[in-house]
Structure formats: C-alpha cells, structure tokens
C-alpha cells in the first residue's frame, strides 16, 4: 500500500506542469511606439523582476528604450522584444527612475555601446540605492540575478526638465519624484504620449513606499493631464487613456492628499483615519488593494504628519 502511495505521489509531481518563463512581448501604441506591458504581480524569477512597464521607439537612427529592466536576463529579454520588431540597433536607454526594475539593466545595454541618460537626481538615487537594492532582489530572482551589475546613467541633465531629439523623435524628460526620488516621465509631444515611469498604475492600486510622497505624486498627475495626452504607458498596468488614469490614480493621490493629508494636519488619530477609510469601493477592485491600501495611508499620513 505505502509504494502504490509513494508511485501515486511521484506520478502527481512529474504531471505538475514546469512554471512559466515569463516571455514579454511588444504592443504597438502608434506607429514606431511600442509598450512592453509587464505582470501585475510581484518580481519573480519566471519574469526576471519584469513587473512593470518598459517601452521602445524606433527612429531611422536607432532605438530610444525606456528604461532597460531589473537585471541582465530581464535586459537580454527586452532586447530580445525589440529585436522581433526592427533592426534597427538600441541608440538610447531613458530611464524614468531609480527603482531596481527601472535600471539595473543598463550595464548590458551600456556595454553594447548604448548611451544611457536620466536626469541628475534620478542617476544619484540609483547610485545611492544600488547595492541595497540587488540584495533585495536577490531574495525574488535568485540564481537569475547573476551577472547583474549596478551602472547609473551616464549621462545626465542637471535641470528639472530635460529635451532630446534622435531621429526626428523630440522627448521631454521631466521629474515627477513621486513614487521615487528622482522618477520622471518620458512625453513625446508630437505623438501626445506619456511614458508616465510610476507616477500612473492602473489596473493595480498604486504602490506608497517609505520614500514615496504623494504630494508630488498629485502635483505631478495634475501636471501631466495638463498635457491633454492621447495615450499613456503607465508604469504598471494596460496602455490607456486619461480618463482611466485618472481614475485609478488620479483619484487615489487626490484622496491621499485631500483626505488623509487632512486628517494628519487636523491631528486625528492615524488608527481611527485608517480604520475609517479601509474600504473604498473606488479602488477596492484593483490588483493589490488589499495588500496596499492600508499601507498607502499609512505613509501619506506619515508624509503630512512629519510637515505639520
């Protein structure tokens, strides 16, 4: 009886189907535009720490990638996309932040003789964070970590806002220093279409982090609608729409902002604040809202307590 269990047991185990390697793939926006739209979920070793936004241009002179991924397998696979749609070489990798996914992929691509530019700030937080941030990592992407070394933009821009021209594409670099210090977004005037780097999640709650502020983040929102875009690449999420961004983050900054902030300046208690506002049907349906919200408030509290 016990080896027709152990025989049962080991025939379940070789059905168990192999995890999924996680293979990105390339969605045309408009013409010569292409998102390259991650997994909701967290950072794993089946997508390389891929969970988030990415994109790439392609001009008669080479290719602008926004930014280039949390490790070298995760870079080798956004090479991989790019090369399925042109043959035209990467020129430029942008990185819109100094958050692991956004850039530990720049080595492979700078030593393929790639320029790689962010604003000023931007490159010194990604200085500052880069070893801390691959021990992290090393806890989800394991053995796939390997090979993977640290390099900030080379090349940087001390203003706030930064204009660069490649093949006939102009893009505005511009910080929004919202989920990250120094994030920026990547706009391209002509096609009306924002690279928005972690300012703007949909489909998921937007994530607050120890270091977030969600007073930029509703500057920067504002900002950015001012624009009028057509579409947006958000940094986690479908390619939308205005309307959809501002609903699913728009609308969470202004109730982090108007009503939390305004709760920590009024010094009502942070448990009864929380406690009051844990559900919201707004944004209950979106991916990781029971795993963020309370969080999220948690720290837009703290933001505007410590201002007090």
Not at 78 to 87: C, N, Q, Y
Not at 239 to 249: D, G, H, I, N, T
Request: net charge neutral; aromatic share 8%; glycine share 8%.
């Amino acid at each position: 009886m016990l080896k027709r269990c152990a025989l049962i047991l080991i025939a379940a185990v070789v059905a168990l189907p192999a995890r999924a390697d996680y293979q990105p793939k390339a969605e045309k926006v408009v013409d010569n535009v292409y998102a390259i739209v991650g997994p909701l979920g967290q950072r794993s070793a089946e997508n390389d720490g891929l969970n988030a936004n990415y994109g790439f241009i392609v001009t008669p002179k080479g290719v602008i990638l926004i930014d280039s991924g949390a490790s070298l397998a995760g870079a080798r696979k956004i090479e991989a996309v790019i090369a399925s749609v042109t043959k035209q070489p990467v020129r430029w990798v942008i990185n819109t932040g100094s958050q692991d996914h956004r850039w530990l992929g720049n080595d492979h691509f700078a030593r393929r003789g790639v320029e790689v530019i962010a604003l000023a700030r931007t490159a010194a937080t990604q200085a500052e964070m880069g070893m801390q941030q691959l021990e992290n990592l090393a806890r989800f992407l394991g053995e796939r970590l390997q090979g993977t070394r640290p390099l900030p933009a080379a090349k940087t821009f001390a203003g706030d806002t930064a204009t660069l021209e490649l093949g006939g594409e102009t893009l505005v670099l511009a910080y929004t220093d919202a989920h990250y210090p120094g994030d920026a977004w990547v706009w391209l005037p002509e096609r009306r279409i924002v690279f928005s780097g972690d300012l703007v999640y949909v489909d998921r709650l937007l994530g607050v982090l120890p270091r977030s502020s969600v007073k930029n983040g509703q500057r920067a929102f504002l900002a950015m609608a001012a624009l009028q875009p057509a579409r947006i690449v958000p940094g986690h999420g479908r390619v939308c729409a205005l309307a959809q961004a501002q609903r699913e983050s728009g609308d969470y900054y202004d109730f982090l902002v108007d009503m939390i902030g305004a709760a920590a300046r009024e010094m009502v208690p942070m448990s009864e604040t929380l406690d009051r506002h844990a559900d919201l049907p707004a944004f209950s349906y979106l991916e990781n809202y029971a795993e963020l919200h309370r969080a999220n408030m948690n720290r837009a509290f703290t933001e505007f307590e410590s201002q007090h």
